[in-house]
């Protein structure tokens, strides 16, 4: 339970810390934000801050490509990710409820799994399979430009290990839709 409450604790000041940034970059609010409804790709640096105690655990630092498709006139998403190191990769796919805070940005909570291609080799999420809940922030600041960033929580993301993984990511990607 303690640990619990240290990555929720942890996944919640690293969403603060993406939200700033992203805030800054989306322009100014109205009274009723349209959050941006941007379908893209992109790619950037992924951070693993946690270890699961055991040898070939540590946190790990890679990269990330991630994308979404935003299901029209509904706050949904559907998302998918790549975390890799030099070793292996972690695939997650996601869906998630995306809440507008600007006219171009949005805030998500989002819920997945993680595949980890070499279970027992280290991505910045963890070194097995294992359920995800991510959140974060996107903007776009340009006419094609998505800039984006969240955080990763894996339970239970370790082998011989209870312990959970946290991860950060952030990059840039392209609208295509």
Not at 3 to 32: H, N
Not at 78 to 92: H, K, M, W
Request: aromatic content about 8%.
């Amino acid at each position: 339970m303690k640990r619990q409450l240290k990555s929720v604790v942890s996944i919640s000041a690293l969403a603060a810390t993406v939200l700033a940034p992203v805030l800054l970059f989306a322009g100014s609010a109205s009274a009723k934000p349209t959050g941006t409804q941007a379908t893209y790709v992109g790619a950037g640096v992924a951070a693993g801050l946690t270890n699961g105690g055991q040898d070939g655990d540590a946190a790990t630092f890679g990269g990330n490509i991630q994308g979404r498709f935003a299901v029209p006139n509904t706050p949904v998403s559907l998302r998918g990710a790549v975390l890799f190191s030099d070793e292996t990769s972690a695939i997650i796919p996601m869906i998630s409820y995306d809440v507008p805070v600007t006219n171009n940005a949005n805030i998500y909570l989002g819920a997945g799994y993680s595949f980890v291609e070499a279970n027992g080799q280290p991505t910045p999420l963890g070194n097995q399979d294992a359920p995800v809940l991510a959140l974060g922030a996107e903007a776009q600041i340009g006419q094609n430009v998505v800039v984006y960033g969240d955080t990763k929580l894996g339970i239970e993301a370790y082998q011989n290990s209870p312990a959970s993984a946290v991860s950060v990511q952030g990059g840039v990607g392209y609208r295509f839709r």
